[in-house]
């Protein structure tokens, strides 16, 4: 059995501080310390997303010029405030200043910037900004937050701007062995296995997936593990062979594949499928009610696709426990006889009435 840690995010200090404070600056010091996190600024920015005034208080009195200044940033967006140029460029005169230079931060700001110039329209000036982010922040603060956010950042640039290779070639940059979060490391084999299996390479799309799946589960996603559990199983059902090797040694022996060579099969091993799609369904949010399941939607399809609606024989019997059009309308399609395609046919129409009344 695979043992997972549990992620020590800085929601762990905020528990502390309301559970055991307030306390002393120096005491609180001490905890950061023990919790081995690294910045301050990102303790304040937890403090002040979860609502930990007092804790916020304390924590301002050990950050730099520099670290307020993006601090003041930050909670100017928190409160909703979308004209952010004239505090981005404040922020930028404190972290570039010779006496409270701050190299990571001036590549913070940079991505800041150009993420607002690109919700201005200035496609340029957004790609030169956050090429520039990218670049200081690999240099100087490899594999930290902010090197996550402005490789995340770039790719989904060039997502928007419809050059996936290009964002495909970004996600590469995101090595699973160079101490990025593995939050980052799944969403960008996300991304990667989508733009793989666009391109017909389906070998690569579900190797990524894997990976997302995995990843995403380390760092205590499971909405996004389940996202990307779906994928694979998606991807691979149709490619199963008993004699293939694990997915997870698959994965460490891939290698670049040259021009001239043939692309690799993909070839999956039925347990890997049973693994995932198991893990799945045992983490699914509980009960089916709420307005929008996809998870639910998306794991009832494959459970359709892969002959298991053993697992979801309470939820094909209770129409009225479902408040999802989409997932009334899944259930639907995968009812096995006339009178619970007819069930739910009704509560389909149900919600659908109920839905245009909100309207």
Same mark, same amino acid.
């Given at each position: ?22 306390? &002393?600056?120096?005491? =609180? @010091?001490?905890?950061?310390?023990? *919790? ?6 990102? /303790?304040?920015? !937890? %403090? ?84 520039? &982010?990218?670049?200081? =922040? @690999?240099?100087?603060?490899?594999? *930290? ?6 490789? /995340?950042?770039? !790719? %989904? ?84 062979? &008993? ?117």
């Amino acid at each position: 059995m695979t043992v997972i840690n549990t992620p020590k995010g800085p929601g762990r200090l905020i528990s502390k501080w309301r559970e055991e404070g307030p306390v &002393a600056p120096e005491v =609180l @010091k001490e905890w950061k310390e023990e *919790s081995g996190w690294q910045s301050w600024l990102t /303790l304040a920015e !937890a %403090a002040l997303f979860l609502d930990a005034p007092e804790l916020l208080e304390v924590i301002e009195g050990f950050l730099t010029p520099g670290e307020l200044a993006v601090l003041s940033l930050v909670r100017r967006r928190w409160l909703g405030d979308s004209h952010l140029s004239e505090a981005i460029e404040a922020a930028l005169e404190v972290v570039t200043h010779p006496e409270t230079r701050d190299l990571a931060l001036e590549g913070r700001l940079r991505m800041e910037r150009g993420l607002v110039r690109y919700e201005a329209g200035d496609s340029e000036g957004a790609e030169q900004d956050l090429t520039w &982010a990218e670049t200081r =922040l @690999k240099s100087v603060a490899k594999a *930290s937050r902010d090197n996550d956010l402005s490789l /995340l950042n770039k !790719a %989904a640039y060039h997502l928007a701007q419809g050059e996936a290779l290009m964002a495909l070639q970004v996600y590469g940059d995101i090595s699973r062995k160079a101490g990025h979060a593995h939050e980052t490391i799944a969403i960008s084999r996300l991304g990667a296995s989508r733009i793989r299996h666009a391109i017909g390479h389906d070998f690569d799309a579900g190797r990524h997936a894997w990976n997302a799946h995995k990843h995403a589960i380390m760092a205590g996603q499971s909405q996004m593990a389940i996202e990307a559990g779906s994928l694979f199983l998606d991807l691979s059902y149709d490619h199963q062979d &008993a004699e293939a090797t694990f997915m997870r040694v698959q994965v460490e022996e891939a290698s670049p594949v040259g021009v001239d060579e043939d692309r690799p099969t993909l070839a999956v091993h039925p347990d890997d499928i049973s693994s995932v799609f198991n893990w799945c369904i045992e983490h699914l949010e509980p009960g089916y009610s709420g307005p929008d399941r996809p998870a639910l939607r998306a794991m009832l399809t494959l459970a359709h696709r892969m002959g298991r609606m053993e697992v979801f024989d309470e939820l094909m019997a209770s129409p009225e426990k479902v408040d999802d059009p989409m997932l009334a309308a899944v259930a639907q399609a995968c009812a096995e006889d006339d009178s619970i395609t007819t069930m739910w046919g009704k509560r389909l129409a149900t919600l659908t009435v109920l839905d245009s009344n909100r309207r």
